[in-house]
DNA sequence: AAGGTGGCTGTTAGCGGTAACAATAGCAGA
DNA sequence: TCTGCTATTGTTACCGCTAACAGCCACCTT
């Protein structure tokens, strides 16, 4: 029994296991990737051939040749705030099946860092693009329309997506929270959010939740943003600064659940009547709210459904429509009375 | 002035572009890369006919052609419990300005997935690869270790890399906690943690932990598992059991800063004298803690510094020896006495 | 016995780029 | 004017794999 010596200068090739076990290198090909019809006993030659030598297929040339590529570019802004996570877990779950890959790449909330993604991307020639929002560059969605394959924009769908769009309507998601709010009786509302140049999203939920204010004859009496930073803590921050800016503020309506938790912690050691006193609601749902003292109102983003049916547009099992609407559902939780 | 018409079946490719612009394919492959001399005026004809085009270069054809792949393969176990983002922060930030891309890839803890990942990764030729922990199969091990290219295996230096190791000792990590807190006087020790089938470093911090305990002469006098769920809400929930369970505890060690925040909470919640009656302490120094009412104490995980290194090590601008162990700082904040 | 037929394996010709080298032109110096 | 050199551009030969098709052999069929 001979030790397999495997020249370590040299990365093996399909010639390598083809030599070693005898037949041509068309017949490894096949018997590596299951395509048409090998004999058993050649098929357990070669494939005992490429285990001995450790044999790792190249699929750069194996996508040249083929002119196929496995791989669906996911672009999201943002890895750190719990809600991406969820899409990629819903993405990878209807992905798993189908021998595509996701690879993600994140733009942290930056225009031009997004284009340079979508294009890096695209120069691996993927099966197809989920790209996180409908607001792009110029050149990216050029670039996007013209790459031939399916391009799902996710998350939101007010707007002209390239190709697909699955998501909620942020606007109306702003509106039916200011509704709610509204309908309990709080009158004095502040906003809490992000400092918002490219985050879009949260811009149109606060566009949708004035909108709905303004039809009731009211307006924010008070708004605080913030940028970077621990958003819990930044929540507690703000929310002091509020409250002490407009001691008569009644409701605090966050961008987010992470502030919105933040808040809620930093009322609740003030003693403050919640919801009694002052209500207040997040967006997002996400599971960390599960832990906390109350639970705060929130609005789930539907993310892992999102992530689902992108991907599965992408894998070609749904012919869904342009626009794939899904519909938030309101918690009340025990924040808002 | 005729509207460029390219035809919408055909992708383009660098003779479209040599074409529209009446130069070789190799000039403009020149001239896209940046390599070698090109006139002034060629560079401008032949970018503008590629901008015209909206051609996009394929990779998959460089790649084959120049043997050199601008990708680093990061493999790391899951994206949702805020320790990965931050590393691979530290790797943007660092891969940044030397034309690689980082591309994750997520095992959820799996060995079997781990090992599909990397071949999968590998199998794409990168220039390098990134892997937490320093547990892999066999197989995964020998890929790794005939691929020719850098191998950092991150978080964890208790162990034998197969190439570099970037990261701390959690063994050392939970005996140093452990000395911390009998120090400062507990005696009735109780830890809480994930059910860690492959959570190799949080075995090694409980390993460490224990080590210290019986050197002092004490063991655990409670432990509490958990798997899945929102890491908040279950620290509630396993704080609360223990609690029932060995009223006469003092301290609760937490394997991770999520459930120990909400051990926190709840026994905030209880009107539990912390740290006087009890101590509290997690692992990771995430930023969510300093939203907390009260400081957790924790370790602090260096999460960035562990991306950075690990990215300067593939990028080779850092000619480390083979393990670089990193120092964790013990933050004690407000929940030890 | 000639002519299928199906199962298996091999051959050929690229995929779309790039490395390496060849070619050409323009120009200075002898 | 001729040589030598530099600056620029073109040509050739792959990179490692796969699609498409060709070839071969055993086994039927009629």
Not at 56 to 81: D, E, M, W
Request: proline share 5%; with cysteine; glycine share 10%.
């Amino acid at each position: 029994m001979t030790k397999p010596t495997p020249d370590p200068r040299h990365t093996l090739t399909l010639r390598d296991v083809s030599e070693a076990s005898g037949v041509s290198e068309m017949t490894v090909s096949r018997v590596l990737r299951n395509r048409g019809d090998v004999s058993a006993p050649t098929r357990e030659k070669v494939l005992e051939a490429a285990r001995a030598l450790g044999y790792v297929p190249n699929k750069i040339a194996g996508a040249l040749a083929s002119q196929r590529v496995n791989l669906v570019g996911v672009v999201i802004p943002s890895l750190s705030n719990m809600v991406f996570p969820e899409v990629m877990t819903g993405i990878s779950e209807v992905l798993d099946g189908t021998g595509l890959q996701p690879v993600v790449g994140v733009t942290n909330y930056l225009p031009d860092r997004e284009e340079s993604v979508i294009y890096e991307m695209l120069s691996w020639r993927p099966s197809g693009m989920i790209i996180a929002g409908l607001e792009h560059s110029t050149a990216a969605r050029a670039m996007l329309g013209r790459a031939g394959i399916p391009i799902v924009e996710i998350m939101d769908i007010d707007g002209d997506p390239i190709n697909h769009a699955v998501g909620i309507s942020h606007r109306r998601a702003g509106r039916q929270m200011a509704e709610a709010i509204i309908a309990a009786g709080y009158r004095k509302i502040a906003f809490l959010g992000t400092q918002m140049p490219n985050d879009f999203r949260a811009k149109k939920r606060l566009e949708g939740f004035e909108e709905a204010l303004a039809k009731a004859g009211l307006t924010l009496v008070d708004r605080e943003y913030y940028s970077g930073g621990s958003a819990l803590l930044k929540g507690r921050e703000m929310t002091a600064a509020v409250l002490n800016r407009t001691p008569d503020v009644d409701f605090l309506y966050y961008s987010n659940d992470m502030i919105g938790a933040g808040g809620l912690l930093y009322c609740l050691a003030q003693g403050i009547d919640v919801p009694g006193r002052i209500g207040l609601a997040g967006f997002n749902g996400v599971e960390l709210l599960d832990g906390l003292p109350r639970k705060l109102a929130t609005m789930d983003a539907c993310r892992l459904e999102i992530g689902k049916r992108a991907a599965e547009i992408i894998a070609g099992k749904a012919s869904q429509g342009e626009k794939v609407e899904l519909f938030p559902t309101l918690q009340r939780g025990d924040t808002i009375r």
